[in-house]
């Protein structure tokens, strides 16, 4: 052990004073304190889901449902454990990053190249963003048809400044809560409702779903809905952020070795996992449906979503279905799915910009109340560069994948990371047990694999 936590002055984000907390003893208790899974829930079910997962079945049909569930399961495992590391040891994402060995020169001195590197993802990412919104402005043309695409994402991006004006957590848990539960709902009854239709999902396509093929042809697709389906790289980071404004690592308290400490610790980490497991068993319910209207429907009648025509394309799944009438369920779960993920991503991203300043030497870590003003004036500005961004593009798949895919080179980093921040830094009685840390270390393989298929499939 080279850097035990709690060696450092306490960070008052992070880990403000008077805030120790003992944690619920059963279950039921437990859920009072969930919420972080609430706000990535709205995240994680978005462009990934609606647009790639969708446009993935429509692409190859049930053939690569598998890939899919893999893309949903296997990454809720870094998510846990990079959230164990910064519960516990107080740091926030980014300073985590910083401490990895390796430094390239910057403005005010040193910092560590994953930094670097999350810095680079942070444009396509705001790519992503504009895709977010384009599909949700879409969504609005859907239901109001006079209007026009870019002028239905101005209103939003308008929209969203006023609603993440405040730059708080619990306002953004309330309303998050709300969207979590229309679209979920929205969709199994629209799959569900899929089934007493001529395009029902036969057992033997099923079947078909878990013969492990990958289809070369749309590689790119298929890697971009793993980079972007379930909970991504961004989201995982943002994850981490959202623990922190929840009052899980100000609940556990500096690290100072006493039994106490590890009391709170391991009751504040169940809690943990449980929130970790809701947001799984959401993103499971929200994301599979979409992949079987568009393996289902899309694949069979010859659609392939692109351009502007995206989010029309993807109603077809309903409309061919269900009848006309269904255009307006599609259109109102596609809103609340893409809106949802627009304001949660803003507001995820909002946490970057201090913690980057901070870490760059622009800002002292004390100035918290600073932390918090850039918070803010971040949700107020970022949604019109998001629509900036969708009127260049105005192709949300496209603009979609590109984020997507550089989610995917993010992945193997974190969990590489988060194996040696905590070997290095973690009492062993707070690190994770073997079959987590195994877990951990195969996802870390398999991730760098999609990593270096993304640079030859995307990149080269």
């Known amino acids: 052990m080279t850097e035990l936590i709690g060696q450092e002055p306490r960070d008052n984000y992070t880990q403000p004073e008077g805030r120790l907390e003992d944690p619920p003893k059963s279950f039921a208790e437990r859920i009072r304190f969930l919420g972080p899974g609430v706000i990535i829930s709205a995240t994680i079910v978005g462009s990934g889901e609606i647009v790639l997962t969708a446009s993935l079945g429509a692409a190859v049909g049930y053939t690569m449902m598998w890939w899919v569930l893999l893309s949903c399961w296997s990454k809720s495992i870094l998510q846990a454990e990079l959230a164990r590391y910064i519960v516990l040891s107080g740091d926030t994402y980014l300073r985590a990053l910083n401490r990895a060995p390796g430094k390239v020169p910057g403005p005010r001195g040193k910092f560590s190249w994953p930094l670097l590197l999350g810095i680079l993802a942070f444009i396509p990412g705001l790519t992503g963003l504009g895709g977010i919104i384009g ?60 089934q007493t239709t001529e395009f029902a999902t036969r057992w033997e396509e099923l079947k078909g779903g878990f013969a492990f093929d990958f289809n070369v042809e749309f590689a790119v697709l298929a890697l971009a809905a793993y980079g972007y389906t379930g909970v991504n790289s961004g989201e995982i980071s943002a994850y981490s952020y959202w623990c922190v404004e929840k009052g899980y690592p100000a609940r556990i308290g500096v690290y100072d070795g006493s039994k106490a400490w590890f009391d709170r610790a391991n009751g504040w980490l169940k809690v943990l996992r449980t929130d970790v497991w809701m947001t799984l068993f959401i993103l499971t319910l929200a994301t599979i449906p979409f992949y079987f209207l568009g393996a289902g429907v899309l694949h069979a009648t010859g659609q392939q979503p692109s351009g502007n025509d995206t989010i029309v ?31 949660a991503g803003v507001a995820g991203g909002g946490r970057y910009i201090p ?23 971040y949700g107020i500005i970022v949604p019109f560069i998001g629509l900036l961004l969708y009127a260049g593009f105005q192709r949300p798949v496209l603009m979609v994948t590109i984020a997507g895919s550089f989610a995917a080179i993010m992945l193997p980093v974190q969990s590489g990371l988060t194996l040696y921040f905590q070997a290095k830094r973690l009492p062993k009685e707070v690190q994770p047990g073997p079959l987590a840390k195994n877990f951990l270390r195969l996802t870390f393989v398999f991730q760098a694999c999609m990593a270096v298929a993304v640079i030859y499939f995307v990149v080269l």
């Open 135 to 194: 599909g949700a402005g879409q969504a609005v043309v859907l239901l109001f048809p006079g209007i026009s695409p870019v002028t239905a994402v101005a209103g939003l991006a308008v929209l969203t400044s006023i609603l993440l004006a405040s730059g708080g957590y619990q306002r953004l848990e309330r309303i998050m809560l709300m969207f979590v539960t229309a679209f979920t709902l929205a969709t199994l009854v629209s799959a569900g409702l899929m």
């Open 313 to 343: 394309a993807l109603s077809q799944m309903f409309t061919k279905t269900l009848g006309e009438w269904s255009l307006w369920i599609f259109a109102l779960g596609a809103f609340f799915i893409l809106f949802s993920s627009t304001l």
């Open 355 to 377: 913690d980057y300043l901070m870490e760059l030497g622009f800002l002292k870590r004390e100035r918290v109340d600073v932390r918090y003003g850039i918070i803010k004036w």
